[in-house]
């Protein structure tokens, strides 16, 4: 809109607090929330139940853990990628 170029939203690396499960071997977007510890290390904790039907987890995501189509899951200690939608932090 008024010309402005649209921005690609954030990856970061994070260690997933939860499992994130793939059961039909597509690529899974799961609603979570990233945060920093005192270390500088992001963590993803997924938001509660990631049903399609499911608002609330939505509501409170700002970014999406992603595991890919190859994995049936990520384990809960793992890294992911986290694809941010709610950002404000500058990026290195």
């Known amino acids: 809109m008024m010309g402005r170029q649209p921005q690609p939203r954030p990856i ?3 260690i997933a607090d939860d499992d994130i499960v ?3 071997w597509r690529r899974v977007y799961a ?3 990233l ?3 005192n270390d500088g290390t992001w963590h993803a904790r997924l938001t509660g139940p990631q049903g399609s039907g499911v608002l609330t987890s939505m509501a409170l995501a700002n970014g999406y853990a ?3 189509e190859d994995r049936e899951r990520i384990r809960a200690g793992e ?3 986290v694809i941010m939608v709610d950002w404000d ?3 290195d």
């Open 31 to 33: 609603r979570a929330t």
């Open 79 to 81: 890294e992911c990628d």
């Open 12 to 14: 970061l690396r994070a």
């Open 89 to 91: 932090h500058p990026l």
């Open 66 to 68: 992603v595991c890919p």
């Open 35 to 37: 945060n920093q510890d």
């Open 22 to 24: 793939n059961t039909d």
